[in-house]
């Protein structure tokens, strides 16, 4: 039941920055957003480009094939071979890369 | 029309990038799919389309097809919902609000800042049938909204500012409808109304939603695919539960995963696409 307190208790955020290494936390959530929006916008742009300036069958292949990960499950099973396969697994690149591949279908349309 | 300066090397990072992590893992899915797997790729056993079969029947224990059915339900009822209620909230936002527009715009969006896990967090305490906020306040008479409408006193139109809750509680308090202070507002609110409100409705019906058609087909085919991927909230509201009851597809996935019985769960997540 919420209750009214007497006062209140701002030393709970000092508490939970320092308990849950939120410093550190936010910089690893900075630097997979910004690493993956980077690799993923450039490649994807560039592909975009590519394919809505040459508009020849094949690029319209690419073009469906590309989209068709919108709609695609991902099998994270799979792919967790697969990134051990890479040696990217559990590696910040590797999470980058992924998370900017992820974005890849989308970004293209 | 081939032109040398849009190279198709242009297009190989996203082609390269997408291949490894989507077509791959995707095309290795295929083989999963009809093998049973004791460890990730370790033990391997050749089962045919068993997966398929224990999916498809019904006396297996696990119902899945009822977990098909949850989500598409889901589906149905979030994307009527969304459209409804957000296109009506979009013609108030461009039309409706004069003052401070923006600012209401800004607080709509809001939302879509925060993680779906947290405000399922706050809603799981929220609804909470022993302790919540939301049955804790039906609770109390004549507290709030429900409490109004529970204590009998006037219905929830009357909590709502409503006129026709009003003149009930109106006629409640001295029996008589048509107290000078009701009759005024009534005539003056339709003399107003017969004249706005039909030329709104067809401007909407003729003119906004037409044009609108495309955006809407869009935002259904997103709402769609998103209903039937929904994992976060399920798991975290009712982790499937009680039973197995609100389970849907992906939260069953999740669970085959966890119990190791990858081919199945590779199996159930072909069921979506």
Known sequence: VLRCQRSLHWENFATVIEKGKLVTAFGNSVLYAVGATLIGTTVAALAAYVLSRNRTRFNRAVYFFIIMGIAMPTNFVTLMKVMQITHLINTQFGIILLYAAMSIPSASS | ?273
């Open chain 2, 1 to 273: 029309m081939k032109s040398k300066a849009y190279p198709f090397y242009f297009a190989s990072g996203a082609l390269a990038l997408y291949l490894l992590f989507f077509v791959l893992p995707s095309v290795m899915g295929f083989y999963l799919r009809v093998h049973r797997l004791e460890q990730l790729f370790v033990e391997v056993n050749f089962v045919g389309l068993d997966n398929f079969r224990l999916i498809f029947s019904s006396g297996s224990g696990q119902n899945y097809l009822r977990f098909v059915r949850n989500t598409v339900v889901f589906t149905i009822a979030t994307i009527l919902l969304k459209t409804v209620i957000a296109l009506g909230l979009a013609v108030l936002l461009t039309n409706g609000i004069r003052r401070l527009a923006y600012f209401h715009r800004v607080v709509m969006y809001l939302p879509a800042v925060l993680p779906m896990l947290v405000v399922s967090l706050v809603f799981k305490s929220i609804l909470n049938p022993a302790t919540g906020l939301l049955n804790t306040t039906c609770a109390q008479p004549r507290a709030g909204l429900y409490g109004a409408a529970l204590a009998g006193r006037c219905d929830v139109g009357a909590a709502l500012g409503d006129r026709r809750g009003h003149l009930a509680r109106h006629r409640l308090h001295h029996g008589d409808p048509d107290c000078g202070h009701c009759r005024r507002s009534r005539r003056s609110t339709t003399k107003r109304r017969p004249s706005t409100a039909p030329a709104a409705l067809a401007a909407f019906r003729r003119i906004t939603l037409p044009l609108m058609m495309p955006v809407l087909t869009v935002t259904t085919v997103l709402n769609l695919l998103y209903g039937l991927k929904v994992f976060d909230i399920v798991f975290v509201l009712t982790n499937g539960g009680p039973g197995r009851a609100t389970d849907t597809v992906y939260t069953a996935i999740f669970d085959e995963f966890s119990k190791g019985r990858y081919g199945v769960a590779t199996t159930l997540s072909t069921l979506c696409f």
